[in-house]
């Protein structure tokens, strides 16, 4: 069945880096692109960006851009995300959802059980 | 960036009371790629519908979407205990923009 299993909770100081997995399973990797969605404490769903797992190449939302970096491994199904420089209003839980690389567009369907990242000194 | 704005907030409702959700584009959702989420606490948000219209595998016929262009909406048919939960509608396609999201409550 398919699953995206996202790595445990973050506790990260400011100015430190944080980075989250999301291991695929139960589907080729590569037929699917991986976005990023962000949802602060009571707050709604926010969507960071998305990588093409074919070829590497991230897109990034606007707000998104310079601290935050997506990345694949093929070789073990896995997309990442790096934020670095932390600040305290990153904090949230952070969900990877899978999207089919089609044409027409697909919606996003699985998504991992979210990553939650606390920034705090 | 197309904005969805979601219609009422907060949605007070009784189990196997009808429910109806909307959503309203700032600009035409093109291809009808308009989605329906639902999401409970602690939980990553569930494919409910996609296309406006389709119903994701495994959800039951009690949600159904419709609209087309700017205006959209989910209906729960009657609502079951399972049902009160949060629900977003999102664009897709070149990129993802949410809804704010309403609140089906038990009255």
């Known amino acids: 069945q398919v699953q995206l299993v996202q790595s445990g909770s973050e506790l990260t100081k400011p100015g430190a880096s944080a980075k989250v997995s999301c291991q695929a399973s139960?589907?080729?990797?590569?037929?699917?692109?991986i976005n990023w969605v962000r949802q602060a404490p009571g707050q709604g769903l926010e969507w960071m960006g998305w990588?093409?797992?074919?070829?590497?190449?991230?897109t990034y939302a606007q707000g998104f851009t310079g601290r935050f970096v997506f990345s694949v491994d093929t070789s073990v199904s896995t997309a990442f995300l790096q934020i670095s420089s932390l600040k305290a209003e990153d904090t949230a839980i952070y969900f990877c959802?899978?999207?089919?690389?089609?044409?027409?567009?697909?919606?996003?369907?699985?998504w991992g059980q979210g990553t939650l990242v606390t920034v705090s000194s | 960036e197309n904005v969805l704005t979601q219609s009422p907030g907060t949605l007070s409702m009784s189990p196997g009371e009808r429910a109806t959700l909307s959503c309203r584009a700032s600009?035409?959702?093109?291809?009808?790629?308009l989605a329906w989420y639902q999401q409970k606490p602690g939980q990553a948000p569930r494919l409910l519908i996609y296309?406006?219209?389709s119903r994701a595998t495994g959800i039951p016929d009690r949600f159904s979407g419709s609209g087309s262009g700017t205006d959209f909406t989910l209906t729960i048919s009657r609502l079951e205990p399972e049902d009160f939960a949060v629900y977003y509608c999102q664009q897709y396609g070149r990129s993802l923009t949410f809804g704010q999201g309403t609140k089906v409550e038990i009255k």
């Open positions: 959802a899978r999207e089919a690389l089609v044409i027409p567009a697909a919606a996003p369907d699985y």
């Open positions: 600009q035409s959702v093109s291809t009808n790629y």
């Open positions: 139960g589907y080729t990797f590569t037929n699917y692109a």
């Open positions: 296309a406006a219209s």
């Open positions: 990588i093409n797992t074919n070829t590497g190449n991230p």
